[in-house]
T-cell receptor, first 114, second 114 residues
Framework: AQSVTQLGSHVSVSEGALVLLRCNYS??????LFWYVQYPNQGLQLLLK??????LVKGINGFEAEFKKSETSFHLTKPSAHMSDAAEYFCAVSASGGSYIPTFGRGTSLIVHP | GAGVSQTPSNKVTEKGKYVELRCDPI?????LYWYRQSLGQGPEFLIY????????DSGLPNDRFFAVRPEGSVSTLKIQRTERGDSAVYLC????????????FGQGTRLTVV
C-alpha cells in the first residue's frame, strides 16, 4: 500500500519569505513522487516530479523538492514567496505496489501575506 | 484539444436522479483516472482505465457508481440514484502510459445533489 501525509493543512508566509511545504510518503517499493498545485476553481497542475534520477528536483515557478529516502520525505520549497503562489498544494505518490495509481495527500493551503 | 476536457463543468441534480459525467483525455493517452474531491480534501481515487478496460475500480464507493471507456479514449462516469453525499468535484486525469508518468488533470465537474 502507498500513502502520503502532508503536515499542516495551512501554511502562512510573508511575501519574500521561504516557503516549506511538508510531505512524507509510505511505499513498500521505490516510489514516484509528485507535487501538484491547484488554483481556485481550476484543475491540478504538475509542479514537479521525482522519478529516481536526481534527488533534488526543480520545477516550475521556482519551486524545488528533495527526495530523502532515509526520512521518507519529499518536501517542497521556494526561496522567496510571491503573492501569486497562494494556492492549494498536493503531494502524490505512485508506485508499482499500487498499480502506479497516484495517491494524493489532503493538501496544504499556502497563504501569502503582503 | 490540448488538454483533458471535462463536461459539464457544473451539474446540479435532484436526489435520486441519474447523472453522467464526461471526460475527454489527451489524445494518445492510454491511462485514464477518475477522482473525487470534496471540499478541503485531496483527490480520492475512484477508478483507473488502461485502454478500454477498467484496470482497477477499487475506489468506487458502491454499485451506484460505474464508468466506461468503450473505445479507449472518452470516458463516462455514471452515478445512479444520486445522494446528497455524492456532491463533490469529480476530476478526470490521463497519462501517456500509466507506470509512473505524470497525470494531467481536467478542470473537473462540480456535482451538486439537492
Amino acid at each position: 500500500a502507498q500513502s502520503v501525509t502532508q503536515l499542516g493543512s495551512h501554511v502562512s508566509v510573508s511575501e519574500g519569505a521561504l516557503v516549506l511545504l511538508r510531505c512524507n510518503y509510505s511505499s513498500s517499493v521505490p516510489p514516484y513522487l509528485f507535487w501538484y498545485v491547484q488554483y481556485p476553481n481550476q484543475g491540478l497542475q504538475l509542479l514537479l516530479k521525482y522519478t529516481s534520477a536526481a534527488t533534488l528536483v526543480k520545477g516550475i515557478n521556482g519551486f524545488e523538492a528533495e527526495f530523502k529516502k532515509s526520512e521518507t520525505s519529499f518536501h517542497l520549497t521556494k526561496p522567496s514567496a510571491h503573492m501569486s503562489d497562494a494556492a492549494e498544494y498536493f503531494c502524490a505518490v505512485s508506485a508499482s505496489g499500487g498499480s502506479y495509481i497516484p495517491t494524493f495527500g489532503r493538501g496544504t493551503s499556502l497563504i501569502v501575506h503582503p | 484539444g490540448a488538454g483533458v476536457s471535462q463536461t459539464p463543468s457544473n451539474k446540479v441534480t435532484e436526489k435520486g436522479k441519474y447523472v453522467e459525467l464526461r471526460c475527454d483525455p489527451i489524445s494518445g493517452h492510454t491511462a485514464l483516472y477518475w477522482y473525487r474531491q470534496s471540499l478541503g480534501q485531496g483527490p480520492e481515487f475512484l477508478i483507473y482505465f488502461q485502454g478500454t478496460g477498467a484496470a482497477d475500480d477499487s475506489g468506487l464507493p458502491n454499485d451506484r457508481f460505474f464508468a466506461v471507456r468503450p473505445e479507449g479514449s472518452v470516458s463516462t462516469l455514471k452515478i445512479q440514484r444520486t445522494e446528497r453525499g455524492d456532491s463533490a468535484v469529480y476530476l478526470c486525469a490521463s497519462s501517456s502510459t500509466g507506470g509512473g508518468t505524470e497525470a494531467f488533470f481536467g478542470q473537473g465537474t462540480r456535482l451538486t445533489v439537492v
